[in-house]
């Protein structure tokens, strides 16, 4: 199962999350201007377990170094795809955690996520010498944030079945806890590998926690001085519509949701519309001047009727506010 997006929408720029994801991307291209000395710059920046347990090997840091590695392992990365993979649910899951808990908790709070699942990691690994990178920790934390937060909200999910790319929209709780239970299985059915485990299901505890302490934290109001900063001017390019229709009618009626920029300025969506038994990517195009209101037609995308008729998919324009 591969997650597309998620349907919870988001009113603001996640500034911090994509912040994290510039940083990541930035310190993988030093990773890889290392050369052949990458395996020593990992074990230098990465979380090594040994370092903090053997003392012939902890006597060769600084209590600086030591610290420092505590933050930096979460920031580095085993290879391109293990950095995709990780960015891609940090840009899901992200920015509907951050405008919940505001910039500024957010980003103590993924700090704190990961520098948790590098500690379960450590406590189940103590004598490891093999460098943990990755920022699957801090992430963990973020799905677990999310789980709490947001559990009726829906995954739009790829399972390509051979050639054919089929999509489901999954509910946010079941996805996750697919998830959080594999972690479980892999961690306890006893070998490690070359993951951290016990890493994703300490920062994914950690992540609801904190989620569930953050809501008796006073307030320090910073997050409402730059909301009007980090508005957003425009809705999701994907969205997941779910069509309804009355009875003997042929066509489907549903809603696409667009700024009053975009309105006034024309915009390109890419909707997921049921399709048999799965759902179909379609684009529409929302053209300049279009109202709220309006409704635009998706010729042929309706109900077939007992004479071989088949309806029109019709989207209502709504604004976005």
């Given at each position: 199962?591969?997650?597309?997006?998620?349907?919870?929408?988001?009113?603001?720029?996640?500034?911090?999350?994509?912040?994290?994801?510039?940083i990541?991307?930035g310190?993988?291209?030093?990773?890889?201007?290392q050369?052949?000395?990458?395996?020593?710059?990992?074990?230098?920046?990465?979380?090594?377990?040994?370092r903090?347990?053997?003392?012939?090997?902890?006597a060769?840091?600084?209590?600086?170094q030591?610290?420092?590695?505590?933050?930096?392992?979460?920031?580095?990365?085993?290879?391109?795809?293990?950095?995709?993979?990780?960015?891609?649910?940090?840009?899901?899951?992200?920015?509907?955690?951050?405008?919940?808990?505001?910039?500024?908790r957010?980003?103590?709070?993924?700090?704190?996520?990961?520098?948790?699942?590098?500690?379960?990691?450590?406590?189940?690994?103590?004598?490891?010498?093999?460098?943990?990178?990755?920022?699957?920790?801090?992430?963990?934390?973020?799905?677990g944030?999310?789980?709490?937060?947001?559990?009726?909200?829906?995954?739009?999910?790829?399972?390509?079945?051979?050639?054919?790319?089929?999509?489901?929209?999954?509910?946010?709780?079941?996805?996750?806890?697919?998830?959080?239970?594999?972690?479980?299985?892999?961690?306890?059915?006893?070998?490690?590998?070359?993951?951290?485990?016990?890493?994703?299901?300490?920062?994914?505890?950690?992540?609801?926690?904190?989620?569930?302490?953050?809501?008796?934290?006073?307030?320090?109001?910073?997050?409402q001085?730059?909301?009007p900063?980090?508005?957003?001017?425009?809705t999701?390019?994907l969205?997941?519509?779910?069509p309804t229709?009355?009875?003997?009618?042929?066509?489907?009626?549903?809603?696409?949701?667009?700024?009053?920029?975009?309105?006034?300025?024309?915009?390109?969506?890419?909707?997921?519309?049921?399709?048999?038994?799965?759902?179909?990517?379609?684009?529409?195009?929302?053209?300049?001047g279009?109202?709220?209101?309006?409704?635009?037609?998706?010729?042929?995308?309706?109900?077939?009727?007992?004479?071989?008729?088949?309806?029109?998919?019709?989207?209502?324009?709504?604004?976005?506010?």
């Amino acid at each position: 199962m591969i997650p597309i997006r998620d349907t919870q929408s988001s009113h603001s720029v996640a500034v911090v999350t994509r912040t994290l994801i510039a940083i990541n991307v930035g310190v993988f291209l030093v990773q890889l201007a290392q050369g052949e000395g990458i395996l020593r710059f990992n074990y230098f920046y990465g979380l090594v377990p040994a370092r903090y347990t053997v003392e012939r090997i902890s006597a060769h840091f600084s209590l600086a170094q030591q610290a420092f590695a505590l933050l930096s392992f979460m920031f580095l990365h085993g290879g391109f795809l293990h950095l995709l993979g990780n960015m891609w649910s940090l840009y899901i899951f992200g920015d509907n955690v951050e405008e919940r808990l505001g910039p500024f908790r957010f980003l103590a709070f993924y700090l704190l996520c990961g520098l948790i699942s590098g500690l379960a990691h450590m406590i189940s690994n103590p004598m490891s010498n093999i460098p943990t990178v990755g920022a699957s920790g801090a992430i963990a934390g973020v799905m677990g944030g999310y789980f709490l937060l947001f559990p009726a909200a829906r995954i739009l999910t790829l399972v390509p079945i051979v050639f054919i790319p089929l999509f489901f929209e999954i509910p946010a709780f079941i996805f996750i806890g697919i998830w959080f239970l594999l972690q479980v299985f892999n961690a306890t059915s006893g070998g490690q590998g070359a993951i951290a485990w016990w890493a994703h299901i300490g920062g994914f505890i950690a992540g609801m926690l904190l989620v569930k302490l953050s809501g008796r934290l006073p307030a320090s109001g910073l997050s409402q001085r730059i909301k009007p900063l980090t508005a957003r001017h425009h809705t999701d390019r994907l969205q997941v519509i779910r069509p309804t229709a009355e009875t003997d009618d042929a066509n489907l009626y549903g809603t696409v949701r667009v700024t009053e920029r975009e309105a006034r300025q024309g915009t390109t969506k890419m909707i997921n519309v049921p399709w048999g038994f799965h759902k179909r990517l379609l684009r529409v195009t929302v053209p300049p001047g279009v109202s709220e209101g309006n409704r635009l037609r998706l010729k042929g995308l309706g109900r077939w009727t007992a004479d071989g008729h088949r309806g029109d998919l019709y989207l209502q324009v709504v604004y976005d506010r």
